[in-house]
């Protein structure tokens, strides 16, 4: 068989089976224009002007559409009403967020910003009580703050610029402890 009959037979088949999954996935989603193979809605969107393209998109297809980024779906909320709907009326429905697999991978789903449903609400929990506890939120760790503020100053100073690292004892700065 000739290689430039293989590449185009091989890349026609590629194609085909990018628009099957685009097809197949789409029953679940709000519907959209229809997507390209692989670059999705991209050249359908003004990036120079993007509220002007959804807000055009919104028109013809309702304030819910399906936009595709690439091979990746991503529904679009437009105008006041839609959002409000989907945060405050059906907020435990909307509460999650996507997984970035490198970051899911490197960070092992822990962390405020990583996590995802009931481990969020557990690290969300303790850190705030452990922050209330340090004083977060109180008049009192302003006056904490700032004395460690003046301490590292002025052990800046005494360095002259001479060395980057700055050793603190506990009879210097007793607040350090």
């Known amino acids: 068989m000739d290689p430039v009959v293989a590449l185009v037979l091989g890349v026609s088949c590629l194609l085909l089976l990018s628009l099957w999954r685009h097809r197949s996935g789409r029953g679940?989603?709000?519907?959209?224009?229809?997507?390209?193979?692989?670059?999705?809605?991209?050249?359908?969107i003004d990036v120079k002007d993007i509220s002007k393209s959804l807000t055009h998109l919104s028109k013809v297809?309702?304030?819910v559409f399906t936009l595709y980024l690439g091979m990746k779906?991503?529904?679009?909320?437009h105008g006041y009403e839609a959002v409000k709907e989907a945060l405050v009326d059906n907020g435990e429905e909307f509460a999650g967020r996507d997984s970035i697999p490198i970051?899911?991978?490197?960070k092992n789903n822990f962390?405020?910003?990583f996590s995802n449903g009931k481990t969020w609400k557990e690290i969300r929990r303790f850190s705030l009580m452990t922050l209330r506890n340090f004083g977060m939120g109180k008049?009192?760790?302003?006056?904490r703050v700032q004395e460690e503020?003046?301490?590292?100053v002025e052990e800046l100073r005494k360095t002259n610029g001479g060395c980057l690292f700055v050793s603190l004892t506990l009879t210097e700065c007793?607040?350090?402890y």
């Open 28 to 44: 679940k989603l709000p519907p959209g224009p229809t997507p390209l193979p692989i670059i999705g809605n991209i050249l359908q």
């Open 61 to 63: 297809y309702g304030p």
């Open 73 to 77: 779906p991503i529904v679009v909320l």
């Open 103 to 106: 970051l899911k991978r490197s």
């Open 111 to 113: 962390g405020i910003l």
């Open 139 to 143: 008049k009192s760790i302003e006056d």
């Open 149 to 152: 503020a003046r301490c590292l």
């Open 174 to 176: 007793p607040l350090l």
